[in-house]
């Protein structure tokens, strides 16, 4: 019995530490950043401009800007937790070559942007991008556009601002169900620092609402696309089912793309 005891006390003791790390490093498993050096040159086959711009805290905030010349538009894009502008810069030729022009940010911590990562300040960035284009742009010009990780922020930013339409490829419900899959052993809820809730920001959506998602997405579950679009009023919002789409892979399917080029046409 007093071994059983020990045993047991062991496993706590294990347990608990096991929490309390992951507590404080967090950060790593969610924000799989790159950081770049301030001198690194871009290479990109289509015109742009790298853009910053200063936070509240004095935080240096970076971006890319690809421009045309008679754009239909503009799409402010959200990346994923992963790499950089290095990457999404490419990924975005895509919107790109759609006819509009893209403004893709790197967060805090990414690429070139430096600063103390919150989530009030991830949140706050997010939406001095959509003010800063807002100089530029017309409301009724521009496209909130997330993906992955940066659907929250696209939902927060849609919820405050008034932009033509969001856009959401592979978003979660709200960060916490997401984390607690991976994690299910720990009270996640209790340990969070980051909870993007996306199902609470939509509710103040006003613009129509698209929602892109893979049934085979095994980093965010094609549950939780389902069950976002589930919280939106009735004729607010259309969900495309993307069969045996996955995360990252999305764009390779002809259903996607005619559905993205037909809202974008």
């Given at each position: ?70 754009p239909k538009g503009l799409i402010l894009y959200y990346h994923g937790n992963a790499q950089s502008l290095r990457r999404w810069g490419k990924v975005v030729q895509y919107h790109y070559d759609l006819g509009y ?121 094609y549950s939780h696309g389902l069950k976002l679009y589930k919280e939106i009023q009735p004729g607010q919002a259309e969900m495309v089912t993307i069969p045996e789409g996955e995360h990252k892979n999305l764009v ?14």
């Amino acid at each position: 019995m007093k071994r059983l005891k020990i045993i047991l006390l062991v496993l706590l003791a294990v347990y608990v530490l096991s929490g309390v790390g992951l507590y404080f490093i967090q950060e790593k498993f969610i924000f799989m950043d790159e950081s770049l050096p301030q001198d690194y040159q871009f290479e990109f086959a289509t015109p742009f401009e790298e853009v910053r711009i200063s936070a509240q805290d004095a935080a240096s905030l970076h971006a890319l800007h690809f421009k045309h010349e008679s754009p239909k538009g503009l799409i402010l894009y959200y990346h994923g937790n992963a790499q950089s502008l290095r990457r999404w810069g490419k990924v975005v030729q895509y919107h790109y070559d759609l006819g509009y022009d893209v403004l893709v940010m790197d967060y805090r911590g990414y690429g070139k942007s430096r600063g103390k990562r919150t989530q009030q300040n991830l949140l706050s960035d997010a939406l001095m991008w959509y003010d800063h284009a807002a100089k530029s742009y017309a409301d009724d010009q521009i496209t909130v556009y997330g993906r992955s990780l940066g659907t929250g922020m696209a939902c927060y930013v849609a919820s405050q601002r008034t932009p033509l339409r969001l856009m959401l490829e592979t978003p979660y419900h709200d960060f916490k169900a997401l984390a607690q899959r991976y994690y299910p052993i720990f009270p996640v809820g209790w340990a969070l620092r980051f909870n993007f809730k996306s199902y609470e920001y939509i509710q103040g959506v006003s613009c129509p609402i698209y929602i892109y998602h893979g049934t085979e997405d095994e980093v965010v579950p094609y549950s939780h696309g389902l069950k976002l679009y589930k919280e939106i009023q009735p004729g607010q919002a259309e969900m495309v089912t993307i069969p045996e789409g996955e995360h990252k892979n999305l764009v390779e399917f002809k259903e996607f793309r005619d559905a993205v080029e037909e809202v974008l046409e």
